[in-house]
């Protein structure tokens, strides 16, 4: 069994070149997909790599490093732009999920219900891929293409989630799922609202985790609710089931898809609300 | 480039509990099994091996971790603490500990360390934590026995000094016996990390077993060349039904043995058995299980009852799949119903429940010459014992079950499951063989609450009086019988509730089906009809315009009214207690919820539920003693044998109580044996609410049988004080003082100078071909009530309160009560809203939910001590009677907050939401 702890990229980078490894970095999502099974590639652990972990601001972008923890993001000090990543960070799993899972990996492990993923979708996030032919960047809703399934090509890693600065930006996150904690969501919604002098909509992102197989923003939801007045009573009023479109949600032991739809929707609405109120 | 960082070195070294520590490990192993197997940590929990229930959270650095996603070689250079090594070095985990103790936090202590770990993590950033901090640090730990709201208590009572007060203590009296809120005496381990549960006793270098199973529904197999695989394989044995020396059936109901150890040919359920593998850890752990030889058939299979009919018998004489029916009929329901002035009818439906204990089935055994020892945690060590002997071939006499701590049981535990996979590898190898199941084959294989599908009719008169009742329920009681013959005859007693019902009819059938076998579950099918029943109930009530609390006292048992099978209780009938002691709870909190739907914008509406509940201590209509022995030693020790598993529940400290209060003696000078088929007499199985009842009996008959010895030796009064210090007995009454020599006594035997052993068996007597007849010498009875606010939109369900009033009779701890009740309506709650069990989709636990922490609202126990004339000092069993109410009353609750009527478990937002749809469009 070959285990490599790399302190930099570049020799993380070398060792991945040219054979099939297993990257481990909190381990949350690796080990639960191993089973009882046995590893028989080289396994190459992430969570030393120096530069790898820390959010920090350069112009007018923010770089969380791939291997930021979501208790991390949680503490961190960060504009109200990311009320809602740090709201869905403390969704994740648990304490102890939180303390190992990172953000890349939630994004890589490219599960339909990775609560990382829609707050991130809102707030226009671009995933920093570095391979032996250098770094490439792709916006985070090319790069998860399917269940478990995403553009990371062989010898490639993430190495960080850019997210463009928007100091007049607020957002929320909301999960719904059938218990407080450890919990499989049935659907979640990011919303990420700016609002005029006037208090009406002015710039909005919405994305809905849970109810297709990758996460998705709802450009057609978005449209509708510009200039429109925060709250409730208008907000349903205004979004109806065709903004929901692009939603696929699945029949499954957690809900029907009828309810996720139905759910999304309602959950669309409260974000925005509860965005707009500033957390509350 | 220069790869400074090359492949680590074989072991990883880093700070253990403060200690250098270097682990011979693949540095790519998890740090759970790194930790147990190398570094003698047993206590690092494994309970799903994929951060789904938080027992193996460890510190790493300060930080808690789920170490069974952690690699070993992520810990290199770092400081693991484990939950021994806290309470060992820090004195504010140490307070922990103590805290865990005084409010009883620990039950079967399973997810004891998960939980104490993560609770100093918390408490070393807020000493002071509110409720709030608390459930978000300890939210990622599953606790299947507390509900949760002890340990909350404990963590928030940290820096607390009180002890546990003994609710009655009159001067005079002993403090640590009956009726005491003493601290679980078996307690200590479990908060300091010394416990040892099924999978922490096999000696290093043990051989493993891992069973190979079926992934198929039903199928056809063949076996291939398996000599040949366990050559290739480097293994020392694999199993299959050809290895099987005695007969390849076990089960546990007399005349419905019918599962085989290994299948033969066919296998009838996904995850049923058709080999085993037996080798060292490591050669097990590498193998390819994909070359095992075998090929497997699909064939049609049934996954519910109503398919059953459709495919082939799964047992050649259970025509049309119908393993057995259950009957009462009591007064003329056909003819009474007619002139009910309302009639209610509904058809409910309920799924699989898992058991879900933190602590995966686990055993090992070891043969010793022509005897065989098997450690595993179970709740019924002699019926494993007969079961074994049995399977082997053996004789009983020649098998010694030992059972260790269990992590959990609910009633899954009282089969064999891993057993005979040990005991059998073991047998044939001659060596110490270990067998430890994993989560997905636990939950794949293990016996399962029953699947009901209930149809149900209640007519009453127009002043609110029951008149009759029609029951018909099938039972989905899957491959194999387990208990399901119980089930089968214990709902129709108990399907009118704790009601007056003077015409009643009530038919039960289990129906086999290609599932793993349903069997005990904590109420053998009573929370099922429960869950039709009570719901008709308030149908009735609304309909009638009766306060529907006052619905159900009106038609509450009572002395001297004949139950469904005609039983006629002179004294110990509780239940109108149970709703009188709600009634002010009920009037305040329905008038509270009234208040805030009148003032609240109607997204989020609140109810009220109430729901009445019962259940027969002990077997049904059927002999079940149990039997205690104790002795005095030469050197004065008081030495009581006490067989009845705790699982949890209490029963080391419950028995040791009564014991204790019969023979004059305070608990501290009790030393314990527990079970062990070679030195403790058989206390019975733990389940139907029978050990504080029955084996509780049999230690108060015990104690005053060894009393009774010890005051005619002193010829002393019956009143006498006794002391024992060293190896005298010092006698004291109105006479004086008498001093016993112990050591010049002649003694009973070789291991004690005075012994005695006694038995107890409920009085009942035979049912008749109309379920006439005297089943149980006690029944329990509880009232629970539930406060829950609905979201209108979402349909999603928020608890705010349980008041859970229970008449045990006597409550011999009444801490040991309350967590019995906190434990019960955690998984009512669970069974409410979020639990159900899917073959082949649902087998692990983030898929399968359990509450967690955050879903258990506070719990308020009203104890009534009414007294029964059976019970030892009046005491009636409770375990099971807590979960009963609990799922009716959220159900209620619901329906009262939204209208709501959902009918088939579980009550998640999606089948709330259509439920409120529902019964708008009907209005």
Known sequence: MQFHRPETLESALVLMADRPVRILAGGTDFFPALGGKTLCEPVIDLSRVDGLS??????DLWRFGATT??????????????????QAAREVGSIQIQNAGTVAGNLCNASPAADGVPPLLSLDAQVEISGGAGVRVLPLSKFITGVRKTELRPGELVTAILVPDRPKTCSAFLKLGARRYLVISIAMVAVALELDAAGTISGLGIAVGACSAVATRLPGAEARLI??????????????EEDLEGLAPIDDVRARASYRRNAARELICRAIVKAARGGA | MALVDVEAPAGVSFLLNGKPVHLDASPAARLSLALRERGEAKDVKVGCDAGDCGACTVLVDGLPVCSCTTALGQVDGAHVETQAGLVANDPQARALADAFQRHQAAQCGICTPGMMVSAVALLRENSAPQEAEVLDALGGVLCRCTGYRKIIDAVMD?????????????????????????????????????ERFGD???????????VIRSPHHHAAFELGDLGAYRRVSGLDLVMSAADVPGQNRFGVIPGFEDQPMFAEGETRFKGEAVAAVVGQADVVAALDLSAFPVTWTPLPHALVPNEAAKV????????????????????????????????????????????????????YAERRGERLEVHCCTQAPYMNRAGLAGLLGLSERAIRVVPTAVGGGFGSKLDLTAQPYAALAAWLTGRPVRITYSRGESIASSTKRHPSEISMKIGATADGTILAVEFDGTFNTGAYASWGPTVANRVPIHASGPYRTPNYVARSAGIHTNTAPAGAFRGFGVPQSALAQEPLYDEIARALGIDRLEFRRRNALQNGDPTVTGQVFTQGMGIIDCFDALEPHWKRVVAEAEAFNASADGQVRRGVGVAGGWYGCGNTSMSNPSTIRAGITKEGKVVLHQGATDIGQGSNTVITQIFATALGLPVEAITLVGPDTDVTPDAGKTSASRQTFITGNAARLCGEALRARILRLGNVSDGAVLKIIGATIIAHDAAGER???????????????????????PPTSPLDENGQGEPYAVFGTTAQMAEVEVDMALGTVKLLRIIAAHDVGKAINPLLVEGQVHGGVAQGIGLALMEEFLPGRTENLHDYLIPTIGDVPPIDVLILETGDAH?????????????????PAIINAITDASGAKVRHMPATPDKVLQAIRECSAAH
Not at chain 1, 54 to 59: E, S, T
Not at chain 1, 227 to 240: E, H, M, S, W
Not at chain 2, 161 to 183: D, F, L, N, Q, W
């Open chain 1, 54 to 59: 820390g959010i920090m601001k350069q112009d």
């Open chain 1, 69 to 86: 923890t979501w208790a991390h993001i949680a503490k961190a000090d960060l504009p109200a732009m990311f009320d809602g990543l740090r």
């Open chain 1, 227 to 240: 200039g429109v007045t925060p709250d409730p009573v208008t907000l349903k009023a205004r979004l109806g």
């Open chain 2, 158 to 194: 940290v820096n607390g000094k009180a002890e546990p007060v003994p609710v009655e203590a009159r001067a005079g009296e002993i403090t640590s016996g009956v009726g005491a809120a003493i601290a679980r005496i078996d307690g200590w381990p479990k908060v300091s990390g010394s």
């Open chain 2, 200 to 210: 922490d006793v096999a000696p290093a270098g043990s051989l493993v077993v891992k």
């Open chain 2, 312 to 363: 082939a018998n799964l047992h050649e004489t259970r025509a049309n799949n119908v393993m057995c029916r259950g009957f009462v009929r009591h007064g003329d329901p056909e003819a009474a119903m007619p002139a009910a002035s309302v009639v209610v009818e509904g058809t409910f439906s309920t799924g699989f429940i898992e058991h879900g204990y933190i602590e995966p089935e686990a055993a």
């Open chain 2, 739 to 761: 001093v016993i020599d112990i050591a010049s006594l002649e003694p009973d035997n070789g291991s004690y100078v005075l012994e005695t052993i006694e038995s107890y068996d």
């Open chain 2, 871 to 887: 019970g030892p000092y009046g005491a009636k069993g409770l375990g099971e009677h807590c979960l009963i109410p609990t799922a």
